[in-house]
């Protein structure tokens, strides 16, 4: 089975930063995309951004400008650079990857669109 397991979460000031890894292991996988999702108490589970296998990406508004993901394929890592961090910025971030719409160039931004998950690393903003 494919294992992903995030990391770098932890306690940061309003406008610090902090940069969270996901790492796969497991069955060998080819993902079209791989993106970062959050969660806050009382709160749905929210699309953050994608990469694509090719290298290009997609944000949520919300974060656009202060947040970078990026993929390095000989590590088999994904990362998340998160600059100017805002209390509403609290959550728990998951990883996520999925083998679904090869040969498109679309951006999954759904949950139900992803086939695997990390156990998520907790950010917490403080004010």
């Known amino acids: 089975q494919v294992q992903l397991v995030e990391s770098g979460g932890g306690l940061v000031q309003a406008g610090g930063s902090l940069k969270l890894s996901c790492a796969a292991s497991?069955?060998?996988?080819?993902?079209?995309?791989m993106g970062w999702f959050r969660q806050a108490p009382g709160k749905e589970r929210e699309f953050v951004a994608t990469?694509?296998?090719?290298?290009?990406?997609h944000y949520a508004d919300f974060v656009k400008g202060r947040f970078t993901i990026s993929r390095d394929g000989a590590k088999n890592t994904v990362y998340l650079r998160m600059n100017n961090l805002k209390p509403e910025d609290t959550a728990v971030y998951y990883c996520?990857?999925?083998?679904?719409?090869?040969?498109?160039?679309?951006?999954?931004?759904?949950?139900?669109?992803?086939?695997?998950w990390g156990q998520g690393t907790q950010v917490t903003v403080s004010s």
């Open positions: 996520a990857a999925t083998s679904n719409y090869p040969g498109t160039s679309y951006y999954p931004t759904r949950p139900y669109e992803y086939n695997y």
């Open positions: 497991g069955r060998p996988f080819s993902s079209t995309a």
């Open positions: 990469i694509r296998s090719g290298g290009n990406t």
